[in-house]
Structure formats: structure tokens, C-alpha cells
């Protein structure tokens, strides 16, 4: 116990902070591979080093080291790792942005040495952040996904799947970004809202209506419903494609609407996904007219050259002069666009590698998983659901993990690494043995390996997966991430479980909101409504930070920052600095009596409370429920034991007998779980009180399994409680200090309460419990005039009239007479004029009366 004039007056918690800070011991929350107990093992989401730990990242981080610290006080052997997910576009464009180059302009190699250096130097800054918001990060586990000892494994769990036929290359249409100059994925296809034109013109004597002219060099075929007569006859045959001149079939299929236009379209390779839908199950001819850089090629004749903007305007113009075109419309559109640059997708098909999604088997594992809030299983089901093609993992990019194969440049056949050689990188070496025709001549693979490759494996990496079988930490119980990568980050991770251990990847999933600015939209510079996490430590500090984030939203929900709440955070602390200080100067004035029997009311009373709020709390965390047990919290501190208890035992405090001990004792007992409860949430904060109350560190303690019943105690207790604060409302209301002496207060309640004087110390009065009935006589003891009406009838006489009324028997108060003699003379009564007022008698004194419920409480004032 320290003694209490080393108190500070106030929190400072720029000093707090920092001081624990400096202390605290990274080793303290390792996962301990020899433990005994029970595994809590997390798979963190690994950030996007992109040197700024933004604030969805903070809510997110904040929820898993709520767990985290919540688990280890309950006995887990908890690992809660801090990965890096280091490679992909973001990092390329930042580095040619620093350094005014093209990724062409360096050698491969140089380029990836300057993405790896801004990596490792926004990787420190944001460790930083880390460790200010105080979250207890087993950095003994920390992973980077560039570094040779990841991405090899990267490299073995291709292979792995390469081998058992999970991924497999193949020249199948992709979503291209022709900016970036990659294949993207599905998941990574970002959809716009945009006007274009539909352009009518004849195609041979058919109407076609389209948005891509330019893609009329790659049309393979002209589609038509087989119902719709006005086609009948021109089944089978083939329309010459206007400008360019080539034959194409006219084929049926029920997917035409007839409605659209003329109810006739064209295919081309490719417009959209329906048409690499219809290319495949019509078995058409394939002709790219596009490349990867998004000019023509020289399908387009002509046209060869031009980007596909420029080659829409000249074809359009070409049309008019032929007088094809018929007409335009303006049309409203979805327009898939690459998530990074924001230009739109186009369809190519390239020489990609592809993982196989085998929708029932990710579906049965996501079964097996615990949703948390329980609708996000559904997002996922969706998703599957409506999984058409294969996952593309080839990126024809410099930063991420290459693919590991070679080509003969013989036989074309496909030559791997031995896995003890991983790392490679198939660009820089050459394979060890000659290619099964003889030869030594190969060329290493360029493409590289989408990111997902990369983090999809991190739940793998965590529980020690080496290639062999399960691992030995394997499932691990948790995976916390935000509901915007359920279908990329948790579908692939499940999908790679699946193929690489035949089990689901964890036994959980808790799935966090996103943070909306304080306008209630989505933080974006342009908006200029984005909260940096250093800005809300630097002001209120770690605590408060965590606060908001607890208390935000319901877990999944997403929520909307407020400074209001950061500060209504803040002012928490300070109030319950307050407490803590009262508390253990009580507390410290001797030693504390443990054995002290409990018997006041307030005391029991406290301790059901307190026994109710620790239920509370602690199946809100078993259920991931942060705001509803941090509110529980709250409100005992504040509320129950501030407001109430403290107020009402304050007076005991001050005597020197065992109902003082029994104070102290309850006192200690409600602050020492208080400061475990709040470990999780404001860890700086708690740990302070905790080293002031026992000089231990709170991290170290079990969590709180205090249980306390007593049915009597809760229900008279919350009488009192509510009693003393009616009373102190009424002095309130009479402008009295609240500790001002009261006089007599009479309480009929209808049993007995014995409250061992606390009630009558902390209104400062003469209280008295019954049971019986109050008598009370209800007397006319005042008038009150209605000055207005008075004095605007009466004039002069105003003082006589109300010396008049004043002498009217208490009957006649009650229902005035229509006249009354005033200065002699009879004088009609106005409307309004007076009101009596109404006073109890108890026992021939005159007494104020409250009730509370049931119970009736009479003050006679001194
Ligand atoms: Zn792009
Ligand atoms: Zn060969």
C-alpha cells in the first residue's frame, strides 16, 4: 500500500502513460510454448505498412486487445502476434511517387530493395503507435510477409497447392487494370455508377445497340433469343461485321433479352462477364483487341495504337460517315473499376495462374466457424454463392512474392524448386538439376503472387505450419478483422486452410465495423473528415481512445467517431481518479481488516451490486459485447458506487468502530475489481489504481469471480438509495447545501430496515424507520395570490382584499364564496384570484412529504 500523500491530486495521464509504458515488459505477454494452460491463439489481422496506423485499424486492434488481456486474466495462454502484410500496389505507386521514377526505369531488383526500405520505415512508425495505444502485442510473433523466412513459406504453400492440384495456370479471361498493368481478382473489382452512351447502328441489317464500339473488332458472334421470331430465319447463318469485315454466326441463346434494344446483341471478347459466359458455351473464336497497356492491338486494323477512348471517338465517327449509326441514348451504368486507380476493368484474356474454388468445401468450414455478430456468416455464404470463375493469384508486378517455377526453354516443360531451397526467386537463379529433356535453359516465371497469397496463410503462419500436416497450434480460436475483407481476406484463408490442412482455420471469427468520420460518412481526404489516432492520444491518451472504441457501437455495427465520446472518456477517468483517491486514503488510514464481518445494509447492498455487475460484465466479454460491459462498468463506478454507496458511507467512515472496518473492507473489495475490470479497457489507467491499492501489477491478476447473494440486501439497499436521493433532491429544491442538518425524517417503509445509521449520517438528520402507517391530516396552511388578477381588480384595496380572504375559514379557502366584505362593503370574487396551499400534519406538527414507491418519507425542518 502506498501511502496515500503520494496521491496526485490529478490523472495526468501523459505521465501515466509513458511511465507504464517504459516499464511494462514486452516479454510479459509471449505465448508461452511449454504452458499448460488452455491456447488462445489470434490470428491478427497483418496492417498495410503504409506508415500511418489509421483509426479503423485502432478500433479494430482495441477489440482484440480487449480479448487478449480479458483471455490472460482468465488463464489462456494467449497469443496475440502483429504481422505486416508488406507487398502489393500501394507501396509500388508510393515508391515511384517518392522517387519520380517508373517501376521500369531501375532494375527489378533495385526497384524491390526501394519498396523493402519504405516498408521497414513505415513499419517502425507504426510500431510505435502500437505501443502508445498499449495493446499487448506478443512481439515475439511478429511476422513480415517480405522477409525470406514468410514469403518461403508463401512459396511452399504454392507449391503444396500446385502439387494436389488446387492451383493450376491457364490462358482464361481475367479482370485486367491496364493502368496498374495486372490482373486483379474479383473480389478486388471496386463498381461505379457512371453515364455513357448506347449507341445504335446497323450491323449488317441488324440493329445493334452498344456501349464499346471499339470492341466491334473483337466481336465473335451476334446472339438472339430462340424465340424471337423477327430472327428465325437468320439462325445458323453468319453477318458480315461492319468496318472490319470479318464473318461472324448468329447463335441462340435464352440469356438474350428480346427486349433490350433489338433484341439482337453482339459478343465480343470481352465486354463484360456475360460474354465470356456465352464465348465458352457457344465455343467461339477468341480475338483480343486490347493489351495490357489498354491500346489496340492489330485485331483492329487500323486502329492499332490508339487507347481505347481514342479508338471509341474515331470508330463512332467512322460509323457516322458510313450513316450506320442510327442513334444514341445516354444510359446509366455499373462499371467494374480496378479498386486501387479507379479506371475501369477490362476483360483480357491472359496466360494467368489460378487457384480452384471448390464452393462446398469453403461453405461446409465457414460453417464450423462461429460468427460473431452471427449475419456476417451471411455476407460470406453470398459470396460464395456467387463464386463463377477461379481465383487469378498472377500479378504481372516487381513487389511480392515470386512465383516459383521455370520453364524449359527446350520442352516448355514446368520445373519447381526443391522446398529446401526456398526462397526463390525464379528471375534471379537458375533450378539445380537440368530439365528432364536435358537441357539447362530455362526462363524463371515473372509473374509474382497476389498479396492474399501472402496474408492468406497467416492464420497458417501463427500456429507454426512448416509443410507438414496440422500444425501444432492449429485451428487458432480467433480470427478478429473488419466486414470489408470477408470476401478476400477471410474467404481465402478459409480456401487455403481448407486445401492445405482439410480443416476450418479457426474456431471463431469476431468481425468489426468500420469507423465513419464525425459527418457520417466514410473518412476520405477529399471529405476532409479523417481522425488520426495520434491526434486523440496526444489530446486525452491511450485510455480514452480505447474507451471510445469499446464504447462506440455494438461489435460489428460500424460507428461513427465523436470527439464527445473521447472526452466523455476522459472525464471517466477523472472521476473514477477521484474515487480511487478517496478510496485509498479510507482505505489506507490502517490495516485493512479482512475478516471484518459484513452486516450493514449499504455494505451488503454494495456487494450484490457488485456481484450483479461482475456476471455482467463478464458474459459481455464471453460474447465479445465491449460496449455493453464497459457501460456496466461504468455505471457501478460511477453511479452505484460514487453517487450512492460512497455517499452514503461516508459519515461511517468517519467513526472509529468494526462498522468502519466493514466499509473499508466492502470499499476494497468494489475498487480492487473494479481496477481488474477495466484492465482490459484503459490498461494504463487501471494499472496506476492497481499499483496505488496493492502494488502489484493488475495485468498480473486473475480475472474477477466475485459472487455475492442477498436478495433482503439488493432490494432494501435500492430503497435506500433511492430514498436518500429523493431527500437530497428536496434539499436541493429548498436551497439547502446537502449537508446542511435536516431535522426529523420519518421513513414508513413496509418492513423493517436497519441501516445502521447510514441513511440519517448522510442526510445529516434525526431518521427514523416505521412500519406502521403515517398519519397524516391534510391543513390549509397558506394563500397564494394571484398579484395580476388582485391588483388589477382591487387597485387601492388590494391589501384589504387579501386581509379579507386571508380570515375565510379553511372550508370556505377551499370552495370560495361568489362574494366577500372588503372594507364594508360586498365584493364580487374573480376567477383566479388566490390559491390555497395545502400542508401535512403529522402528530400536530406540520411536515413536508415525499414518496418513493411505496414508501413515504415526512421531514419536519429545523
Ligand atoms: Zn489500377
Ligand atoms: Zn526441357
Known sequence: ??????????????????????????????????????????????????????????????????????????GFNVMFPQGWDCHGLPTEVKV??????????????????????????????????????????????????????????????????LASGYIYQSEHPVNYCTRCETAIAFAEVAYEDRETTLNYFDFDGIEIATTRPELLAACVAIAVHPNDERFLQLNGRSKKVPIFGHDVPVIQDEAVDPAFGSGAVMICTFGDKQDVHWWKQHNLALRKAIDRQGRMTGVAGRYKGMNTAECRTVILADMKEK??????????????????????????????????????????????????????????????????????????RIFATPIPVWFCTKCGEMVTPDEKDLPVDPTLVKPKQPCACGSTEFHGEVDVLDTWMDSSISVLNVTGWDGNGIPPYFPAQIRPQGHDIIRTWAFYTILRSVALTGQKPWDEILVNGMVLGEDGFKMSKSRGNIIVPEDILSKYGADALRQWGAMGAATGSDIMFNWNDVIAASRFQTKMWNIAKFALIQIGKEDLDRNAPITALSDRWLLVRLSDTVEQVSSAMEAYQFDVALKAIREFAWEVLADN??????????????????????????????????????????????????????????????????????????????????????KHDNNMALNAPLGRVTIYAPHTVDDEGDTGRTLNADVQWRTDVAKLDRVITDVEFNRSVVGKTFRKDAQAFMDAVKALSPAELERPPKMIKVNGADIEVPQNAFTPKFSYMEEGAKVDVLTVGDVIVTIVKK
Open 645 to 730: 454507496y460512497i455517499e452514503l458511507v461516508k459519515g461511517r467512515l468517519y467513526q472509529q468502530d468494526s462498522s468502519r472496518k466493514s466499509a473499508c473492507l466492502v470499499l476494497h473489495t468494489a475498487f480492487d475489481a473494479l481496477c481488474r475490470m477495466l484492465a482490459p479497457f484503459t490498461p494504463y489507467f487501471a494499472e496506476e489504481c492497481y499499483s496505488f491499492l496493492k502494488g502489484e501489477s493488475v495485468h498480473k491478476q486473475p480475472w474477477v469471480t466475485f459472487t455475492y447473494d442477498d436478495d433482503a440486501a439488493r432490494r432494501e439497499g435500492n430503497m435506500i438509495v433511492q430514498v436518500a436521493a429523493e431527500v437530497r433532491k428536496y
Open 1 to 74: 500500500m502506498v501511502p496515500s500523500d503520494q496521491l496526485p491530486k490529478n490523472y495526468d495521464f501523459t505521465e501515466v502513460e509513458e511511465r507504464w509504458r517504459k516499464t511494462w515488459r514486452d516479454a510479459d505477454n509471449y505465448f508461452d510454448k511449454t504452458s499448460e494452460k488452455p491456447r488462445f491463439v489470434i490470428d491478427t489481422p497483418p496492417p498495410y505498412p503504409t506508415g500511418n496506423f489509421h483509426i479503423g485499424n485502432a478500433l479494430n486492434w482495441c477489440y482484440i486487445d480487449f480479448f487478449a488481456r480479458y483471455k490472460r486474466m482468465k
Open 96 to 161: 515511384e511517387e517518392l522517387n519520380h521514377i517508373t517501376k521500369n526505369d531501375v532494375s527489378r531488383e533495385e526497384f524491390r530493395k526501394m519498396c523493402r526500405d519504405l516498408t521497414i520505415r513505415n513499419i517502425e512508425a507504426m510500431r510505435l503507435t502500437l505501443r502508445k495505444m498499449a495493446f499487448s502485442t506478443d512481439w515475439s510473433n511478429e511476422y513480415i510477409t517480405m522477409s525470406p523466412k514468410y514469403y518461403s513459406k508463401t512459396q511452399l504453400s504454392f507449391l503444396r497447392m
Open 323 to 396: 450513316n450506320i449509326l442510327k442513334r444514341q441514348e445516354k444510359l446509366a451504368q455499373r462499371v467494374g473499376t480496378c479498386w486501387r486507380c479507379k479506371t475501369p476493368i477490362e476483360i483480357l484474356s491472359e496466360r494467368q495462374w489460378f487457384v480452384k474454388i471448390r464452393p462446398d468445401e469453403i461453405q461446409k468450414a465457414a460453417h464450423e466457424i462461429t460468427w460473431f455478430p452471427g449475419h456476417m456468416l451471411l455476407r460470406m455464404e453470398n459470396w460464395v454463392q456467387q463464386m463463377e470463375w477461379d481465383w487469378c493469384i498472377s500479378r504481372q
